[in-house]
């Protein structure tokens, strides 16, 4: 029998599999923009290959917290500019637009993006357009049936809910804005992913209104309160199934506090950017930078690429077409280089630590096409 022959090939690097313990020696196949094979190095030809000698070859890298429209808000930064280009294949902007403005985003940020870009919706029927005190001015901030018209109608891009639940945002709000998002979620079916900072309100309130694959970004930020001001109502909500994402942000990842949750049992289940045109040149930079800066905090290599793969796919409903290495999969890849050498990262508040590894983006595959990185 002739051996089968595939549009692409991947060979040479080691398979980071999500799945596994460990990455392993492995050559992948592509066809018709699907993982059509994975063999034993050397096993499989293409009409392409892609020499992945010394890289981890893993699936396309998800950033769940990103602001990309642009520029429809003043905070927008263009998708491909943290995508592909920095070899991340899937950005879920988080809340940059709602419902008054969904058909502008889907026209001029989603459909035109090489990247995948996918959506959590503003409950805020304004999003992010008209400044950053979207929920402040009361009920007619939020049109329940219209955002719940767009998350009908929008099943493939929209993927959940966005609220920032604190008090820059709210002004005499209260909790009343959370409760009508999980309204809306939960006719729709979808996850509510909740921005947290400077109280009021209290965190424990929030999460107290919070349940299974709901996602707390900015989980591990420095201000007053925070997991510890909250602590058993944050050990009842991860055990029911709220997920703690990092969303470094401007002002939201501290390695003190991410250190003493880590001891203490708070492991992030995702790990995202909230990567904006006031942070991508520091100092937050890109996902790669920000998954570096989870090794130095103690994760493993292969956790970092399990919360940026497998575990967001699943947060927005997709494992199995994304964040995975399995046959018939979207042919969605991110090539890695993992260096070991002593590398200084700054976090939100001006701290440092030294890790002893660095990862980088060396090479992408959208759909099943090698990319050019700009930004590795």
């Not at 890298?61 to 995508?83: F, N, R």
């Not at 280009?85 to 502008?104: E, F, L, M, R």
């Not at 790669?288 to 090794?295: G, I, R, S």
Request: with cysteine; glycine share 12%; hydrophobic share 40%.
């Amino acid at each position: 029998m002739r051996p089968q022959r595939f549009d692409l090939v991947v060979t040479g690097g080691l398979l980071a599999d999500p799945l596994r313990p460990e990455p392993a020696p492995g050559d992948l196949a592509v066809r018709d923009g699907r993982i059509a094979a994975v063999g034993a190095p050397g096993t499989l030809t293409g009409a392409e290959r892609l020499d992945a000698t010394g890289l981890l070859v893993a699936p396309g890298l998800i950033d769940l917290h990103t602001h990309v429209y642009e520029p429809g808000t003043d905070l927008g930064v263009p998708a491909d500019t943290v995508g592909v280009d920095q070899g991340v294949t899937t950005i879920v902007d988080a809340g940059s637009c709602g419902s008054d403005d969904w058909d502008d985003f889907g026209d001029n940020v989603v459909r035109p993006a090489a990247t995948r870009v996918l959506s959590w919706l503003n409950i805020s029927r304004h999003g992010l357009v008209h400044g950053r005190q979207e929920l402040s001015r009361g009920p007619g901030d939020i049109d329940e049936a219209a955002t719940e018209k767009v998350l009908r109608a929008h099943p493939d891009q929209v993927r959940g809910l966005k609220i920032r639940m604190s008090a820059s945002v709210l002004g005499d709000s209260g909790l009343a804005p959370l409760e009508a998002a999980k309204r809306v979620a939960a006719r729709a079916g979808v996850p509510v992913m909740v921005h947290v900072g400077n109280e009021p309100p209290h965190l424990g309130d929030v999460l107290d209104l919070l349940g299974e694959g709901d996602v707390v970004t900015h989980a591990f930020h420095g201000k007053p309160g925070g997991l510890f001001g909250s602590e058993p109502q944050a050990r009842a909500a991860v055990a029911r199934g709220v997920r703690l994402d990092v969303g470094h942000g401007s002002a939201s990842l501290n390695f003190a506090v991410a250190e003493r949750a880590l001891a203490a049992g708070f492991t992030p289940h995702t790990i995202s950017t909230d990567l904006h045109n006031r942070n991508v040149d520091g100092p937050v930079h890109s996902l790669v930078a920000t998954l570096t800066k989870l090794l130095a905090l103690g994760l493993t290599p292969q956790q970092v690429i399990r919360c940026s793969t497998l575990h967001a796919a699943q947060v927005i409903g997709l494992d199995g077409e994304l964040g995975t290495l399995r046959t018939g999969a979207a042919a969605d890849l991110t090539l890695l280089r993992l260096t070991e050498e002593a590398v200084t990262m700054t976090d939100a508040d001006g701290a440092t630590r030294t890790g002893t590894h660095r990862l980088r983006a060396a090479a992408v595959v959208r759909a099943g096409v090698p990319r050019t990185l700009r930004s590795p």
